[in-house]
């Protein structure tokens, strides 16, 4: 089944029937997340790992520039770095350059359960990969990078992609 190449009004019933394969490959892609994560339960969240993957893929940054790529409001994303700086999984420094502002950054244990987490995430999706058919394979890349454009989601460079978010 190929792509089309053409944009154009879908009717109602071709919507519906992508909405659903969409819902039941999430529910899957859902799955591996939350057993990713199993693997540091006790020590994050979620919601936690992905502000270290934001962290992770930006390097050091203010608090503002953090909030606006998780999408949460400032004092969200204090909140979520207070947990993490407990753990010490974050850290916060004055920057050199600025007095005013501080910068926000991974620790060396914050970077490890990043890529824990990640290659526990590939390999699973890899093997969910490896048992579907070849040429089906080829038709979801394409698939996925179209609805990746379609919700403006930026393409990342192998290394954020290797952050695993």
């Known amino acids: 089944m190929g792509m089309r190449s053409t944009f154009g009004a879908a009717s109602a019933s071709e919507v519906d029937d992508v909405v659903s394969a969409v819902l039941t490959a999430s529910r899957v892609l859902v799955g591996v997340a939350a057993r990713s994560l199993a693997i540091v339960e006790e020590t994050v969240t979620l919601a936690q790992f992905r ?4 962290l992770g893929a930006h ?3 203010n608090l503002g520039r953090l909030a606006e790529l998780l999408d949460v409001t400032p004092s969200t994303a204090l909140r979520m770095i207070d947990r993490l700086l407990a753990v010490d999984l974050v850290t916060r420094r004055e920057n050199p350059d ?3 502002e501080v910068l926000l950054g991974l620790t060396g244990d914050g970077t490890k359960v990043v890529r824990k987490v990640t290659a526990r995430r590939r390999r699973e ?3 969910v990969v490896r048992g579907m058919n070849v040429e089906h394979r080829a038709d979801l890349v394409q698939a996925l990078r179209s609805f990746a454009d379609a919700a403006h989601e930026p393409h990342t460079d192998a290394d954020a992609a290797a952050l695993g978010w």
């Open 98 to 100: 600025d007095r005013r």
């Open 59 to 61: 390097g050091q940054i």
């Open 125 to 127: 999706i890899a093997a």
């Open 51 to 54: 502000t270290l993957v934001v």
